[in-house]
């Protein structure tokens, strides 16, 4: 009898748990490709090409391929500067505006192939891509839209060449992560010596739907990159600084790539119609090529670390331009404070001075341990912790056992359930009652929230939301000096 009572207590309390669903997710949800790219936050972009060789930012298109011959090229050099970084890919400009190609291309003279580096025997692109994949770090390609060199740029045919390109690098260099499209196009160029100006109508020359499904089909992982998305869009800057709010989602109908709303981009649009994260562009130099007028410009690791907070701790990414010098290497001042750079991330966050605290709140979702306030301190994106679906305003309590001091926290939004927090705001314990240190909008991937406290209990209180939260992680760190 007892047994029978037992089992069936057993059975309803399994029955109740399997009765508990998760939260239904909200608005725009990002893609598994775009949740792997949320992972990364943080990787490299290397602009190398003619203009490494003629001091310039733009070239013509009518630059001798002679011009293109770096003296001591090292692929593990580079990427081994972006992996001591601590970067997780790098994205390498395979063919910028004026048109020369890092690799053989089958479909224009205009490359390495008819250059003296390696007797024409060379190929920039295969080398990076095979470093990267040797010392794990994803690969990307950059391919210039726009082509000051090529004689059809402006003509339906320069799209096919274009897509003839893109064929090219997503077959041939194993996996890629990202397919970056430059919003630059149309104006004056070589153009296969004809020179003069080309206007093209952003919106419609480059029937950019037909490309997608040629990335879509040759590397179904890779995320796309421009104004629009589809998968990741522009920040609206080259200084790498997202908007405060800088939502995930857009209404990416009103944009194609190269007619952009730059401000519009920096913040997103919420709710939005499309999951559209922003990634942050930006270069450790003045320039986006390598000038050795500039050795002595290379940001400090000080303020890379403040562009880290405005971009990744607002919910995007940072995408860091390195570029190779006239050897072929990262310069010795961009590798120095890259390393110090790196030295200070790691002192800040390396110690979550919230593990070890007890995690409580004022409401559970059917009290169920899936939905459990312990899950912000696992260390784990994919559990969270979330509320019964009216509870839209709780509060979630860390209590610290004993006072610790830290001037920096760390939220994530579990994402695959959308950006559901509005506003939120952080309190602490003190003197016998609450007291708020800070308060903020979007969450997101990540949020870094800077504010000197020393106390023994943390509150998070969800101020509005469109959803009950979904809460992956609450970490609190002391930057590193
Ligand atoms: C811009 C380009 O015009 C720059 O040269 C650089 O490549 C930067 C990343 O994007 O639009």
């Known amino acids: 009898m007892i047994r029978a009572f037992t089992t069936l207590t057993l059975l309803l309390a399994a029955v109740a748990a399997s009765a508990i669903e998760p939260p239904a997710h909200y608005g725009p949800v990002p893609s598994p490709r775009q949740l792997a790219w949320h992972d990364l936050e943080f990787y490299g972009f290397l602009h190398f090409t003619v203009n490494t060789f003629t001091d310039k930012e733009w070239g013509f298109g009518n630059e001798p391929e002679a ?77 210039s839209p726009w082509d000051r060199n090529h004689k059809d740029y402006g003509k339906p045919e320069y799209i096919t060449y274009y897509r003839n390109q893109l064929r090219e690098l997503l077959t041939n260099y194993g996996p890629i992560f990202e397919v970056w499209y430059d919003g630059a196009n149309g104006g004056t160029g070589y153009y296969g010596g004809a020179g003069g100006k080309r206007r093209i109508d952003p919106r419609t020359y480059y029937d950019w739907p037909n490309t997608t499904k040629i990335v879509r089909e040759l590397q179904p992982d890779a995320c796309m990159f421009s104004d629009a998305g589809p998968d990741v869009r522009w920040v609206g800057n080259e200084q790498g600084t997202a908007g405060d709010p800088c939502w995930s989602t857009l209404n990416r109908d009103n944009y194609v790539p190269g007619l952009a709303d730059a401000r519009r981009l920096n913040c997103g649009d919420r709710p939005g119609t499309h999951w559209l994260p922003a990634e942050c562009d930006v270069s450790i130099r003045p320039g986006w090529f390598y000038h050795a007028g500039e050795d002595a410009r290379v940001r400090t690791p000080k303020n890379l670390m403040d562009l880290y907070f405005a971009s990744v701790g607002r919910g995007a990414s940072l995408l860091l331009n390195l570029p190779p010098d006239r050897r072929g290497r990262i310069h010795e001042n961009d590798i120095q404070s890259l390393r110090e750079f790196r030295r200070l991330r790691e002192a800040t966050f390396a110690k979550d001075l919230a593990q070890g605290a007890k995690a409580t709140a004022d409401n559970v979702r059917g009290q169920d341990q899936r939905f459990a306030a312990a899950n912000v301190l696992d260390g784990k994106r994919d559990t969270y912790w979330s509320t019964d679906a009216a509870a839209t305003t709780p509060e979630i309590v860390l209590d610290l056992g004993k006072p610790v001091t830290f001037n920096i926290v760390r939220l994530r939004e579990h994402l695959p359930l959308g950006q559901r927090i509005d506003t939120f705001a952080l309190d602490q314990w003190k003197d016998g009652q609450w007291a708020e240190f800070a308060k903020g909008t979007s969450i997101g991937n990540c949020r870094l929230v800077r504010g000197d406290v020393t106390t023994d209990k943390v509150r998070l209180r969800i101020v509005k939301a469109a959803a009950c939260p979904a809460i992956a992680e609450i970490g609190l760190f002391a930057e590193g000096k």
């Open 67 to 143: 011009v293109f011959n770096p003296t001591a090229f090292d692929a593990e050099q580079i990427v081994g500067a972006a992996k001591e970084a601590g970067m997780k890919g790098l994205i390498l400009t395979c063919k910028h505006h004026d048109g020369f190609c890092l690799w053989p291309s089958k479909f224009t003279a205009h490359s390495v192939k008819n250059s003296p580096w390696k007797n024409g025997q060379g190929d920039v692109v295969k080398e990076i891509a095979d470093a990267c994949r040797k010392q794990d770090l994803k690969f990307g390609v950059y391919l």
